[in-house]
């Protein structure tokens, strides 16, 4: 610990945590359904309007929009201007509700 110090080795783990799972879940995902699906129905669109609700729904439409099966999730987060770490629940609640391959 004489060269870094244990908050920049933290940092440091973090960083490669995210970078090591934006790696994993780096796939290029396909919506199976031919329109744009009923989020309501499955729970992922919220029923009370609350400050911050829209960032999420706005980039999880977002991501069903451009999951084409062509781009991949990095494609995605630079297309959209959503970072990765911030995809990868959506990328699970969308995989859990069989809504993307």
């Known amino acids: 610990m ?8 933290q940092g440091s783990y ?5 970078v090591i799972s934006a790696l994993e879940y780096n796939k290029a995902y396909k919506v199976k359904v031919l329109c744009e699906p009923q ?7 919220p029923t ?5 609700n829209y960032d999420g ?3 999880m439409t977002d991501f069903i929009a451009y999951a084409d ?9 630079n297309i959209i201007g ?6 990868i629940p ?5 995989i859990d509700n069989d809504l993307i391959d």
């Open 2 to 9: 004489q060269l870094i110090s244990p908050q920049g080795f």
């Open 14 to 18: 973090e960083i490669m945590t995210q």
């Open 39 to 45: 989020l309501g129905k499955r729970g992922l669109y």
């Open 48 to 52: 009370i309007s609350q400050k911050g």
């Open 57 to 59: 729904v706005k980039a």
């Open 69 to 77: 099966g062509k781009n991949d999730l990095i494609e995605i987060s």
């Open 82 to 87: 959503v970072p990765v770490n911030e995809l």
């Open 90 to 94: 959506i990328v699970e609640k969308l």
